[in-house]
């Protein structure tokens, strides 16, 4: 019977062996595992962190460009603004003149754009007070001009034979303010 106990005993010998041996390649197996899931999610965790700081890196460039759009998109309303209110003012001081200096400027304005004869003048309502009938018969005379009936606002239209001159105070400005605007800029920057 001891030999039955001795193989017994051997055979559960071995098999305690065989286990541990199994038991530890598995543990081993586990740790290279581990290890490699490890390594792999190190690398996901590095690629995830390198395309989320790319991510914030386009959004706050995004950010600043829309940030220096706005500023210059104020800027330059506040600089049309300006000029707006600028333009403004002037042509109020202009119809606002002494009825002298206000036919003056418009007698300026006539001699500059004075055309062909034969063609029919008319004035703004606004400047019924600076526009005596004197000064009409001048511009009449001198112009070859018959009088028209009066317009809306202040200045003057010329009309002739398929053209028409328009001489308004507005449109006198409007002309002239892409130069009124340089020559505020280079104020507003000296």
Known sequence: MDGVKNISEKIISDAKAEAESIRAAAKADAEEQRGKLLAEFEREKSAAEEKLQRQIKEIDDGCRYEIERNRKNAHAKAQADFLNKVIDKAKEKIRNLPASEYREFLYELFQKTKGASGGVICFGKDDSAAVS????????????????????????????????????????????????????????KS
């Open 133 to 188: 009938d004197e000064f009409c018969r001048k511009l009449c005379s001198e112009g070859g001009l018959t009088r028209g009936d009066d317009i809306e606002g202040s200045g003057f239209i010329i009309k002739y034979s398929g053209y028409t001159e328009n001489v308004t105070v507005d449109r006198v400005f409007e002309e002239k303010r892409s130069e009124l605007l340089s020559v505020l800029s280079k104020a507003i």
